[in-house]
Each structure stands twice: as C-alpha cells, then as structure tokens.
Antibody, heavy 128, light 108 residues
Framework: EVQLVESGGGLVQPGRSLRLSCRASGFSFGDYAMSWFRQAPGKGLEWVSCIRSKAYGGTTDYAASVKGRFTISRDDSKTIAYLQMNSLKTEDTAVYYC???????????????????WGRGTLVTVSS | EIVLTQSPATLSLSPGERATLSCRASQSVSNYLAWYQQKPGQAPRLLIYDASNRATGIPARFSGSGSGTDFTLTISSLEPEDFAVYYCQQRSNWPPFTFGPGTKVDIK
C-alpha cells in the first residue's frame, strides 16, 4: 500500500527539541522530494519545509517562520524523512503532516509544485 | 509572498446541488494553482493541479478553471462525501508555498 506514516509528536516544553519521522512505503521513496506541513488547531495549512531527492542534490527549503530552528533530512535506505525541530515555541503547536511532492523538470533543474500523497499527521504540543 | 483568498468562507448546500468555490491570488500565478479537500481529522487530498487537471482517482464531478489571479473549483453535483473544507495552493512563487484560508462546504 502506498502510504506515509508520521510519528514522533507529543508534548514538549518551550525551548526544547523534537524530531518527527515520516516513514514511506509502497513507492520508490528515493525518487521523490518530500515536504512537511503543519496545521494549528482550527486553522489552515502552512508549508514548513521541503527536501529534494538525491538526484537533484537533496537541497532544502524552509518557511521563514522555522528557518534556523527546523532541519529537514532524509534517509533513503530507511525510506524515512525527518523534521528536527529545535527551540520550539508555543506557536509551533500544530498537527504536522508529511507529503510526497509532485514536481516538474525545468531545464536541468527540478521544481517542487504540489503534494499528492499525505500522511495522517502527528500532533506537536508546545506548552509549559 | 503570494496571498490567496478564498470565498465564500462557508457554503451551505444540499446533496445534488452544484458548488462553486473561488480562489483569488494577490498577483498572477499563471495556472500554477491546486485544490485540496480536507475532511475532519484527515489529511488533505489533492484534487486539481495546474488549475484544471484532475489528480489520479478524482471523480469527474470535480473541475477547476481559471488563470492569472482568479480560479474556480466546481463540484457539479454534491455527493455526501464531498462535504469538507477546500483549500487552494500556489506554486508560482516559492518559498513559501502558500494556501488559501479554506472554504467549508457544509450540509444545508
């Protein structure tokens, strides 16, 4: 079955760290870019980060709200994408989703575009 | 950053009726716009990409149109499983990828 399963969420104090995992199955994980999103309680969707496939350098991008605090990475041998979250703030409280990226070739580059497979999410609560 | 606005915020309709949802961008996004459906407690599902292309497995009652700054998602005849929140998302100018605030389609 083609699916993504997030884990690693929980209750954490402000200023602490947490690492989320996104395990993929049913497709060739290494061929795809992956992305993380979040959704605060009762709110809309916010893109957090994206990592390209190794074929396109494994480069990363971040939302301004998390840049310098969060780090996305991937382990293709384990088919897992990670989101390392440091210096957590109360406003980081949300359900975090990972998603597979539907992208486009652009000359010699590859650009992410849309998100065609999502996990069910993991809740992160930042509170003292 | 491109800002997406959606209208109406809530759309109250009955099964079998036609739903028309709007998404407007703060600047042109060409046709680089997608629509997602999200049901309570579930992850989003990609419905439409590049303004008018249905994603794999999406029923034909869902259609998208528009270009530039104005886009529409139409559900031709609402099924009970279509009552959900719908988001638009642009890929024209990133980072960041941005989403609209959503339109909730609920049962009248």
């Amino acid at each position: 079955e083609v699916q993504l399963v997030e884990s690693g969420g929980g209750l954490v104090q402000p200023g602490r760290s947490l690492r989320l995992s996104c395990r993929a199955s049913g497709f060739s994980f290494g061929d795809y870019a992956m992305s993380w999103f979040r959704q605060a309680p009762g709110k809309g969707l916010e893109w957090v980060s994206c990592i390209r496939s190794k074929a396109y350098g494994g480069t990363t991008d971040y939302a301004a709200s998390v840049k310098g605090r969060f780090t996305i990475s991937r382990d293709d041998s384990k088919t897992i994408a990670y989101l390392q979250m440091n210096s957590l703030k109360t406003e980081d409280t949300a359900v975090y989703y990972c998603a597979r990226v539907l992208g486009y070739s652009y000359g010699f580059d590859w650009l992410p575009g849309y998100f065609d497979l999502w996990g069910r999410g993991t809740l992160v609560t930042v509170s003292s | 950053e491109i800002v997406l606005t959606q209208s109406p915020a809530t759309l109250s309709l009955s099964p079998g009726e036609r739903a028309t949802l709007s998404c407007r961008a703060s600047q042109s996004v060409s046709n680089y716009l997608a629509w997602y459906q999200q049901k309570p407690g579930q992850a989003p599902r990609l419905l439409i990409y590049d303004a008018s292309n249905r994603a794999t497995g999406i029923p034909a009652r869902f259609s998208g149109s528009g270009s530039g700054t104005d886009f529409t998602l139409t559900i031709s005849s609402l099924e009970p499983e279509d009552f959900a929140v719908y988001y638009c998302q642009q890929r024209s100018n990133w980072p960041p990828f941005t989403f609209g605030p959503g339109t909730k389609v609920d049962i009248k």
